[in-house]
C-alpha cells in the first residue's frame, strides 16, 4: 500500500495527475488486488487463485486498459 501512495505522490510531482492507482500483492499462486484513488484504498477481499488464471489475467487487462 505505502508503494501505491509513493507511485501517486511521485505521479502529482511529476505533473501526471492519475485519478486511479492499481496494486496487487501476490505469492505467485494467490493474489490480491487494491485500488487507490484520492485518499482512499479499496482492497479485493477475494483471493485469486493461479489455477483461475483466466480471471487473474482478466483483472491485469482490465487494469491496464482502465
Do not use: P
Amino acid at each position: 500500500m505505502a508503494e501505491m501512495i509513493a507511485a501517486q505522490i511521485f505521479n502529482q510531482q511529476e505533473g501526471n495527475e492519475t485519478k486511479t492507482i492499481y496494486g496487487c500483492v501476490t505469492t505467485g499462486s494467490v493474489w490480491r488486488f487494491l485500488k487507490l484513488e484520492g485518499k482512499k484504498i479499496y482492497i479485493d477481499d477475494k483471493l485469486y487463485f493461479i489455477e483461475s488464471l483466466e480471471i487473474v489475467l482478466g483483472i491485469l487487462v482490465h487494469i491496464t486498459f482502465d
